[in-house]
Nanobody, 127 residues
Framework: QLQLVESGGGLVQAGGSLRLSCVVS????????MGWFRQASGKEREFVAA????????YYPDSMKGRFTISRDNAKSAVYLQMNSLKPEDTAVYYC????????????????????WGQGTQVTVSS
């Protein structure tokens, strides 16, 4: 059974940075495309970033470009989200997700493509 465990969330001031980690176990990590999503209280789940199985292709919505960076280390079975220049509107629970490869690039922002999810880690950005 595939398991995903996020860590690295916390409280940070606006303009600061955080690095989230997601460690995957119970399967062959390189078999999965990976994504990050977030959900603020009372709002819809929002796509944050995605990375293909090998790590050579990344995807971001316009609101994340230039501030957030997704990466993966297949040797460590881990995916990361580096978040810089954080804003209060970035406050949310951040979820790591996995999908058996390969997702069509145009579909990588769709939660329905991901069959496995972590429990989430809270990120709070104060003003």
């Amino acid at each position: 059974q595939l398991q995903l465990v996020e860590s690295g969330g916390g409280l940070v001031q606006a303009g600061g940075s955080l690095r989230l980690s997601c460690v995957v176990s119970g399967g062959t990590f390189s078999n999965y495309d990976m994504g990050w999503f977030r959900q603020a209280s009372g709002k819809e789940r929002e796509f944050v970033a995605a990375i293909n199985w090998k790590g050579g292709s990344t995807y971001y919505p316009d609101s994340m470009k230039g501030r957030f960076t997704i990466s993966r280390d297949n040797a460590k079975s881990a995916v990361y989200l580096q978040m810089n220049s954080l804003k209060p509107e970035d406050t949310a629970v951040y979820y790591c997700a996995a999908a058996l490869r390969s997702i069509a690039p145009v579909m990588r922002s769709h939660p329905s493509q991901y069959g496995y999810w972590g429990q989430g880690t809270q990120v709070t950005v104060s003003s």
